[in-house]
């Protein structure tokens, strides 16, 4: 982990203006109250993981980047569109591994807090923000348990208002992780309801790295699939791009459709629950460690004794490390793999 700076690190409000010092810094320190980790008999293990969440991945990143502070960090700081696939799936690891390290999450989640020091700037309207904003990085966190919480209503065969609650508490345990200032995390599954409603209707903006997301036109090939012919990917990125326009639409709250200027039918409604019923349907005949993202099966494995307690965590394969001239650079995840 990288050096302790919660005692110089300022932090920028939604208003703009500095908090106190050590409100939402890194704690690379320590924890005063080591927090417990979410296990196998919680929820967020049984939802949260899979790979069909994959289906969601234009509507996290477009509602994390509708944010006003956090579109500007990944305009001015990201480099995801260079990168798109290879980021996906590199960032899965370690924010997996938030939910699925065991004894170890609290470690994992410093580090990926940790990688947004120093990434804070003014924006093209002349508002400060910072990526360790408390409301900022909750938000991001905020995507992360509204998409758990889609994935088991759309491809999951729904949930109960008791599982809802439960989801919600673990949610709380989850961002524990973090080390982050726990100011901005609504109290109940209520408030964390009129939040939510709260965001999408008077904070989120249509801003370009939202727009961005959700434009695929211009994204480049996997590292992987460099054999396959030019022509060949763009057909294929155009119907990812019709694909994911439904899939994304879709699942947007009635009020981010109106911001983003999307229409969307009850015909649509229908197909769009119709598929995720499909989805739901096939993975039930497919063997549940299949669908398991790797650092949660081998979370499964260790929890159940096909791994030692201890045994290394899953790291990203080397094709997903970043552009070899940003893999010293302390903001990347970048594993020695």
């Known amino acids: 982990m990288t050096q302790d700076t919660s005692a110089t690190c300022p932090v920028t409000s939604e208003s703009g203006a500095d908090t106190a010092v050590g409100a939402g810094c890194p704690v690379t320190g320590g924890y005063d109250d080591v927090p417990a980790a979410l296990g196998p008999d919680s929820l967020t293990w049984k939802y949260f993981g899979q790979w069909t969440g994959m289906l969601q991945g234009p509507w996290a990143g477009s509602m994390q980047n509708m944010h006003p502070q956090l579109g500007a960090a990944v305009q001015q700081h990201s480099i995801f569109f260079l990168e798109r696939m290879p980021r996906l799936f590199r960032s899965v690891y370690p924010i997996g591994g938030v939910v699925f390290d065991g004894d170890r999450a609290p470690r994992t989640g410093a580090q990926v807090r940790d990688y947004h020091i120093g990434i804070k700037g003014v924006d093209d309207q002349g508002r400060r923000y910072s990526a360790l904003n408390p409301d900022v990085f909750y938000w991001a966190h905020a995507t992360f348990f509204k998409s758990t919480l889609l ?5 999951g065969g729904g949930l109960t208002d008791a599982q809802k609650r439960q989801l919600f508490d673990e949610h709380v345990t989850w961002y524990r992780m973090y080390g982050m200032s726990m100011r901005p995390v609504p109290a109940t599954w209520e408030d964390f309801e009129r939040y939510w409603d709260h965001m999408c209707r008077n904070v989120l903006e249509d801003n370009w790295a939202a727009r ?7 994204m480049p090939k996997h590292p992987s699939l460099d054999w396959l012919p ?26 981010v459709r109106e911001l983003m200027g999307y229409s969307w039918s009850p015909r649509q409604e229908r197909l769009h629950a ?29 929890a159940h004794g096909r791994l030692p307690a201890d045994a290394p965590l899953v790291e990203t394969p080397a094709r997903n490390l970043p552009p070899v001239e940003y893999r010293d650079d302390p903001h990347f995840y970048c594993p020695k793999v």
């Open 151 to 155: 994935a088991a209503e759309w491809v």
């Open 212 to 218: 961005e997301v959700m434009d695929l036109s211009t």
């Open 230 to 255: 030019d022509w060949l990917w763009q057909l294929n990125i155009a119907v990812m791009q019709r694909f994911f326009n439904f899939a994304t639409v879709g699942l947007y709250d009635p009020p």
């Open 274 to 302: 119709l598929f995720g019923r499909a989805v739901y349907l096939t993975t039930r005949l497919m063997p549940r460690r299949m669908l398991m993202h790797p650092r949660k099966r081998s979370a499964w494995d260790r």
